[in-house]
């Protein structure tokens, strides 16, 4: 039992859209990811998903208009709502969603869906 460093974390990402899982509790993950870019558009049929910013400005387009986050701000995505996250000059983000949900939900993505369960 130790605490988490977000920032230590955080610098061991690596690439974009490529999830880390850095804890755990009640069946989900607390993941930390770094995006750049547009992400695919994707829904979670039965599983919400937070987004919480730590560094940079992230934006979460949704049918019904888009959300701007900045640091300190999070939002929560309601299950089987479509969506998808972007960020231009990039953002540093945690998650937190169901235990084995794929970061790209209903939508299997060439070069955007991660490999599940990677822990740092």
């Known amino acids: 039992m130790k605490p ?8 061991q990402v690596l ?24 992400f695919v558009f994707h829904r979670h049929d039965d599983a919400d998903e937070l987004f ?17 986050l900045g640091p300190g701000e999070l939002f929560v995505v309601p299950r089987d709502v479509e969506h998808r996250t972007r ?3 990039g953002a540093e983000v945690v998650t937190i969603a169901r235990a084995g949900e794929r ?6 993505h060439e070069t955007l ?8």
């Open 4 to 11: 988490v460093n977000l920032r230590e974390k955080l610098d």
């Open 15 to 38: 690439e974009p859209w490529r999830p880390k899982i850095v804890s755990e509790l009640n069946g989900h993950e607390v993941r930390v990811v770094k995006v750049k870019g547009e």
């Open 52 to 68: 919480w910013v730590i560094a940079g400005r992230l934006f979460i387009d949704t049918p019904d208009g888009s959300v701007e």
């Open 87 to 89: 960020s231009e000059d």
């Open 103 to 108: 970061n790209t939900g209903n939508v299997e």
């Open 113 to 120: 869906t991660a490999p599940s369960g990677q822990r740092i």
